[in-house]
């Protein structure tokens, strides 16, 4: 019986350490800043390119790099930015951190969700006329994900 080739996936793994808030309308521990060790879990479908790779591994590598050992925030929660500094102003917090150890993220909020979206559209962003589709799981704790899944259109 012959067989051939009717899907290609790469698999990724890798954890890293961030701390964040949330915003949220009521009471939670949340709103206080904490930190995860996350992990993100990425699968991308499609056919291999010139270099015979779906997607590049180390580009993967070098987005947790830019969130590992950082704070995450929201850009709609930075009020000043200049000389190497951010003031980040949300939940009665008023917070001075170096620039080079935040990462704003272009979402109204910092959960998994949207940690989940941010890394699928960077991705995307690096991804070739190859990909098709893009998943990527981040897990908060060994109990708790979010998920997101992006498509070619």
Not at 76 to 84: A, I, L
Not at 126 to 131: D, F, I, P, T, Y
Request: glycine share 4%; aromatic share 10%; charged share 30%.
């Amino acid at each position: 019986m012959a067989f051939k080739v009717s899907e290609r996936k790469i698999s990724w793994h890798k954890d890293f350490d961030s701390s964040h808030f949330l915003a949220l309308p009521y009471e939670s521990k949340c709103l206080r800043i904490h930190g995860h060790t996350y992990n993100v879990d990425v699968e991308i479908w499609g056919e291999l390119n010139e270099n015979g790779m779906i997607f590049d591994f180390n580009h993967l590598s070098n987005l947790v790099k830019l969130l590992d050992h950082r704070i995450l925030v929201s850009e709609e929660w930075v009020s000043q930015r200049g000389e190497g500094k951010l003031i980040i102003e949300k939940n009665g917090k008023r917070i001075e951190l170096p620039e080079n150890e935040v990462v704003v993220l272009n979402r109204p909020n910092v959960t998994a969700e949207y940690i989940a979206e941010w890394f699928a559209e960077r991705i995307a962003e690096k991804a070739g006329e190859n990909v098709r589709k893009i998943k990527v799981r981040v897990w908060e704790d060994p109990r708790s994900h979010a998920e997101v899944t992006l498509e070619r259109a």
